[in-house]
């Protein structure tokens, strides 16, 4: 591969991994923050996709007793001309998390 075509493969992180655990151990988003210390801003960082220090995601780590590529994985970059990195499998599946969280929280 050339150097331009390098280049042209962009990746960006996805927390998906990080929903399903989350998912799986019934917890919200609250509980995590609770739980991990972390700050409301990371945590709307984490629900946006955004990039986080190394800090906060072994703080989310430590709370969940797991390692990091457990929470995040790296996934192709296809839709930045579009100037969203989210492709709609994500958006749909932090949709369907968003609905469990709210229901388990009314409960």
Do not use: F
């Amino acid at each position: 591969m050339t150097k331009n075509k390098l280049m042209e493969k962009r990746m960006h992180i996805s927390y998906r991994p990080l929903w399903v655990i989350l998912a799986e151990r019934e917890m919200t988003k609250k509980d995590l923050r609770e739980l991990s210390g972390i700050s409301t801003a990371s945590l709307a960082k984490l629900g946006k996709g955004e990039n986080l220090t190394t800090d906060v995601l072994l703080k989310i780590c430590e709370a969940l007793n797991c390692n990091i590529n457990e929470i995040v994985e790296t996934v192709p970059d296809d839709d930045d001309k579009k100037g969203t990195r989210n492709k709609p499998e994500e958006k749909k599946n932090a949709a369907k998390y968003k609905q469990g969280t709210q229901r388990s929280q009314s409960l």
